[in-house]
């Protein structure tokens, strides 16, 4: 059993709690630190986990480590302040988006400044099965050397993240070049509702060319209503020298140099949006690790970093290295700068992780 604790009530902390509720046998929510009764009373009702607006609750519970899960404004003296406080910390995206904080966390964590320095960041995007078994058929070999990919699936520092597992960049510095336009789209979705009126509004899509220094090279382009809206695609494209993927199709080279091409096959429930199953040429390269639970693929992902979360605190490997975390938050920050500066290059600098 992983018992953990929720700082936080908003919409990423109900992804945890969603969680806990279909998982009840793994994951056990022990606490959840709400900043008001309101808050709290809402979280009880709906959810009938223990709640409080007190740390001190919060730390009699015990949790194995807690979830931060409060405004990005908030998230890295959050993070700081339980880590001091001597509890181990699973930090939402990101710990902090300016680049001096992120420099004292990496500095403190190295040097063992905080009562606990047991601080993680809960990417998740390479959990989701359908990345997951992309990436394995690209570090397979099949499509040779990965060498360039264009992405418009997720933002900022999740696409860096995505990007580092197909490419291999580790942490190569990177030149950013490119522009942000606004551009006219039909609202149809938000995070809570469904939208009908058929207003036409203008939205930020960025285009991006990301160099690195290992000869690789990504092609960025995202606008935010890809996360929700059904009329804007989400896709991805990634290029080796014996082939390519692209979404769930694989091209590739066979060992005679013939061309040849198969679809990776993903079994889905569709009333849940669960991932049954993805296999390629006859090998399962997924199966629910929690058994079928119907969670989709970002609360599968999630649970799965909660569970390397937990063998992470109980001394093994970081479920997510802290250092690419920390690079993916930076490498954000010169993508925000080249889309605002269009077409003036941003090239990385030196920070103390690298």
């Known amino acids: 059993m992983i018992r953990f604790g929720v700082l936080g009530s908003g919409y990423r902390a109900s992804l945890y709690f969603r969680i806990a509720k279909a ?14 009764e309101e808050s709290a009373c809402r ?17 009699n519970s015990k949790p194995d480590f807690v979830v931060s899960a409060v405004t990005k404004t908030l998230m890295c003296d959050t993070v700081e ?48 099965p359908t990345y997951d078994a992309r990436i394995q058929i690209v570090k397979s070999g099949l499509i040779g050397e990965p060498v360039s990919m264009t992405i418009s699936c997720m933002h900022d520092y999740h696409a860096v993240s995505i990007i580092r597992e197909f490419l291999d960049t580790g942490i190569n510095d990177v030149n950013v070049i490119g522009k942000a336009y606004q551009m006219k789209v039909t609202d149809t979705k938000t995070r809570y509702e469904i939208l009908t009126k058929g207003d036409v509004v203008s ?47 694989v091209y590739f080279l066979k060992d005679n140099n013939v061309a040849a091409s198969e679809k990776m096959d993903v079994y889905k429930d569709e009333e849940t949006g669960e991932i049954l199953a993805v296999s390629f040429r006859g090998r399962k390269l997924y199966i629910p690790p929690f ?17 390397g979360m937990k063998k992470y605190v109980d001394g093994g ?17 010169l993508m925000t700068t080249a889309a605002g500066n269009s077409w003036q290059p941003q090239k990385s600098q030196n920070r103390p992780w690298k």
């Open 23 to 36: 998982l009840p046998e793994q994951f056990e929510i022990c606490m959840v630190l709400c900043h008001s």
């Open 43 to 59: 979280v009880k009702e709906k959810f009938d986990f223990p709640v409080t607006c007190k740390d001190e609750d919060m730390i």
């Open 81 to 128: 302040k339980w880590l001091n406080i001597g509890i181990p910390v699973l930090s939402e995206t990101p710990v902090s988006l300016d680049n001096g904080r992120l420099f004292q966390v990496w500095e403190n964590i190295k040097n063992n400044n905080y009562t606990c320095n047991k601080l993680q960041v809960a990417e998740q995007y390479a959990f989701y």
């Open 203 to 249: 939205k930020e899509e960025k285009h991006l060319i990301m160099e690195y220094d290992n000869e690789k090279t990504a092609f960025y382009d995202f606008m935010s209503d890809q996360y929700r809206s059904d009329i804007r695609n989400r896709f991805i494209n990634v290029r080796g020298t014996r082939g390519e993927i692209t979404d769930n199709m």
């Open 291 to 307: 058994g079928i639970c119907g969670l989709g693929e970002d609360e599968t992902a999630v649970a799965r970093v909660l569970a």
């Open 317 to 333: 490997e970081e479920v997510y290295p802290l250092r690419y975390a920390l690079e993916d938050a930076y490498t954000a920050n």
